[in-house]
């Protein structure tokens, strides 16, 4: 890989890092599901440009509905709930593991022997973490968080049924299917309270955050990833993906003093080492660095940790 090619997958995951602080001050002025429906209406703005792929819509609506509605809504809720934003940085890559495994019951893809022990050392961080629930974490804010890294995964494992397919493109189609169910939620969950209501009192930091998520974190971090995946061998691209907790914590330790106990940062630690051990690649004889040009990304064999990480 190329120092700006690994220059811009450092670019990439450090965004993504950065949105889970961000995303507190848009929690300010916008409800979970409000926030939600904002992020997308931002993001789906390149379909205006973009042909669908030819994938249909009783296709992509179940692929939307898990990947990006069920994950950010619960994510966010999890916010509103008492999750610290370095916390949801490093619990949200459990998706890696939920897709292995989903992906071994429904499509018969079974884990390596690498994969199996990363995921046995990284649900035994997440063990930890769960032991400490009740000092500054909330159980109901764990489980949204557990559950939205499992829509994810349920997610991923929809995409790989789609067999090779231009990434980007889909991604873009994807994004408009969230505002519509989220903003149905807001109009249960928040009936005093129009979208547009909340967008004329929003701070300027709450709106600064929608085109943060919407346009940066999710438009130009996800553009980078699917241009590096079309250039090189997935294995040599997901160890960076390894860095987007890390500035997530590092991040919200800086902007926010966000805090851990020693027994949560041995979890954080025991769950970056699992996806560490599943994800990063083991060096080969023979085996090219990178490959050149632009080709269809085959999604049937994802690398743990990678899949379509668009914030977090």
């Known amino acids: 890989m190329t120092p700006r090619d690994m220059a811009l997958a450092a670019l990439a995951a450090t965004v993504w890092g950065v949105a ?3 995303t507190t001050f848009g929690l300010d002025s916008f409800s979970a599901p409000q926030l ?4 997308f209406i931002i993001a789906c703005l390149p379909a205006l440009f973009i042909p669908r792929p030819q994938i249909p819509w009783r296709t992509l609506i179940p692929i939307g509905l898990t990947l990006f509605t069920g994950q950010f809504l619960l994510v966010f809720f999890a916010y509103s709930a008492g999750l610290p934003p370095g916390l949801a940085s490093v619990t949200q890559q459990l998706q890696a593991f939920f897709t292995v495994l989903l992906a071994a019951i429904f499509l018969r893809d079974m884990p390596t022997l690498r ?8 649900f035994c961080g997440m063990g930890v973490i769960a032991d400490t629930v009740g000092e500054d974490l909330p159980a109901v804010a764990l489980g949204l968080a557990i559950a939205a890294a499992l829509s994810w995964g349920v997610g991923n494992v929809l995409v790989m049924r789609l067999g090779s397919t231009p990434m980007f493109p889909l991604m873009v189609w994807l994004c408009l299917v969230p505002p519509l169910p989220a ?3 807001s109009r249960v969950m928040d009936p005093q309270q129009s979208l547009l209501d909340a967008i004329a009192a929003a701070s300027w930091q709450s709106i600064a955050v929608v085109f943060y998520l919407g346009g940066v974190a999710t438009i130009l971090g996800f553009s980078i990833w699917a241009r590096l995946l079309a250039r090189y061998p997935a294995a040599m691209v997901a160890p960076f993906a390894l860095l987007t907790p890390c500035v997530g914590l590092v991040t919200s330790a800086l902007v926010l003093g966000e805090r851990f106990s020693p027994r949560r940062y041995a979890g954080i630690a025991l769950i970056l080492a699992g996806i560490g051990v599943s994800a990063l690649p083991v060096a080969r004889r023979g085996t090219r660095g990178g490959r050149e040009g632009t080709q269809e990304i085959d999604v049937r064999r994802p690398t743990p940790g990678l899949r379509l990480n668009t914030d977090d």
Do not use: D, E, N, P
């Open 183 to 185: 903003l149905l939620v």
């Open 20 to 22: 889970f602080v961000v």
């Open 36 to 39: 939600t429906a904002l992020r």
């Open 115 to 122: 994969q199996s022990i990363g995921m046995v050392i990284a």
